[in-house]
C-alpha cells in the first residue's frame, strides 16, 4: 500500500546492509523512490545487487551510488544525478544517516585481568570451551531461543590516535550536519522533510574499545538537535532513533559482541533482540504526515531493552 507521495524520495547513506537496507525495503513497499549511498567492495556487489533487486520489485524509482559518501566529490556526485533523475516534482522527504564506519581501538592498553577467561576457566574444569560458553549463555539468556557465544574479546594492540577519533566522530557524526546543508542549498528537500540518525547506549555506557564511535554517537545527536532548530524554518524535523542490540555486521566488529547480545536478550521484556527490521518500522512511522510534529527527540526502538534491569 503505497502512503508516501510518490514525487517523494528517501535519500539513505549506508543502505546496503542492516539498518539501512531494511529502511530502504519499508519505505518503498509504502511508495516512497529511493536513492542508496554505500560503499562495498566489488566481492559484496553480486549479494547486495541481489537486496536491491528486492527493493526494485516493490515499483518506486531506485537508485544506487556505490561512492564515498564522507567526500565532497562523493556528496556532489550524488546530489547531482539523484537531483536530475527526480526532475522538477521530486523533492527528498527523508534523509537517513546508517553510516557505520568507526574505529574500535581501544584509548589505553589492554591489561590481562586476574579472572580466568573462559578457556582458562574450561582447562581447569577439564571441559570443553565451547560446552561451557553454551551452558552460561543458556543459564544466563533464561531458555530463549537463540544463544550467543561468550568468547573472549580481541582487541586491537595499537591505541586510537587523533586521526582515527576524528573520522570516526566525522563519519558517523557530523557528518550528518554536512548532507543536510548540501541538500538544503541545493533546494532538494520537501517542504516537511525528515532528518534521522541512528545511535545506540555507547552514548552514555563506556565499552572497551568503542570510544571514538561513543564520541561519534554523541555529536550526532547533537548536531540532529541542532538541525532541528535551525533548520525548523524550511520545514525539516531531526530526529534520532536508538536502536536496542541489533546483530549487524557493525555490530560483530566490536570486541566482546557475544557477550553484548546475550546481556541484551536477558535485559529484553521480549526476551530477544533488536532486528533491523524494527529499526525500519520506526523510521517509516517518522516519515509519515502524522510525525511532524516530532522534532529534536531521541527516540528509543529496543522493545524496554534500556529500561528493563536482569
Known amino acids: 500500500m503505497n502512503i508516501f507521495n510518490n514525487n517523494h524520495w528517501a535519500l539513505i547513506l549506508g543502505g546496503s546492509s542492516g539498518f539501512g537496507l531494511a529502511s530502504a525495503k519499508k519505505l518503498s513497499q509504502q511508495g516512497m523512490n529511493i536513492c542508496v549511498v554505500h560503499r562495498d567492495r566489488r566481492g559484496a556487489m553480486e549479494k547486495i545487487n541481489q537486496e536491491f533487486e528486492k527493493i526494485q520489485a516493490n515499483g518506486a524509482q531506485f537508485l544506487s551510488f556505490n561512492v564515498d559518501a564522507l567526500s565532497d566529490h562523493g556528496m556532489d556526485q ?40 573462559v578457556a582458562e576457566l574450561a582447562k581447569k574444569l577439564n571441559i570443553d570451551e565451547n560446552t561451557l560458553s553454551q551452558a552460561v549463555t543458556e543459564l544466563l539468556a533464561n531458555n530463549t531461543d537463540e544463544l550467543f557465544p561468550l568468547e573472549s574479546p580481541q582487541y586491537s594492540d595499537n591505541l586510537i590516535e587523533d586521526e582515527d577519533m576524528a573520522r570516526t566522530i566525522y563519519s558517523m557524526g557530523t557528518s550528518l550536519l554536512t548532507w543536510t546543508q548540501k541538500i538544503s542549498v541545493a533546494q532538494m528537500f520537501a517542504d516537511d522533510a525528515r532528518v534521522l540518525g541512528l545511535t545506540s547506549e555507547g552514548n552514555t555506557v563506556a565499552w572497551r574499545g568503542y570510544a571514538a564511535v561513543s564520541a561519534a554517537k554523541v555529536a550526532l545527536e547533537s548536531v540532529s538537535r541542532s538541525i532541528a532548530v535551525e533548520f525548523a524554518p524550511q520545514g525539516i524535523r531531526s530526529n534520532i532513533i536508538q536502536a536496542g542490540v541489533t546483530d549487524t555486521k557493525a555490530l560483530q566488529a566490536i570486541p566482546g559482541s557475544g557477550r553484548m547480545k546475550s546481556v541484551a536478550k536477558l535485559k529484553n521484556p521480549f526476551k530477544r533482540l533488536t532486528t533491523p527490521e524494527d529499526v525500519a518500522d520506526v523510521v517509516s512511522l517518522l516519515s509519515r504526515d502524522e510525525a511532524q510534529w516530532i522534532n529534536g527527540a531521541l527516540i528509543r526502538a529496543d522493545g524496554g531493552e534500556q529500561i528493563a534491569s536482569f
Do not use: C, D, W, Y
Not at 95 to 115: M, R, T, W
Open 78 to 117: 550524488v546530489l547531482t544525478e539523484l537531483k536530475s533523475t527526480m526532475g522538477q516534482s521530486g523533492q527528498i522527504r527523508v534523509l537517513l544517516h546508517s553510516i557505520a564506519f568507526g574505529n574500535l581501538k581501544p584509548i589505553a592498553p589492554v591489561v590481562k585481568e586476574n579472572n580466568p577467561g
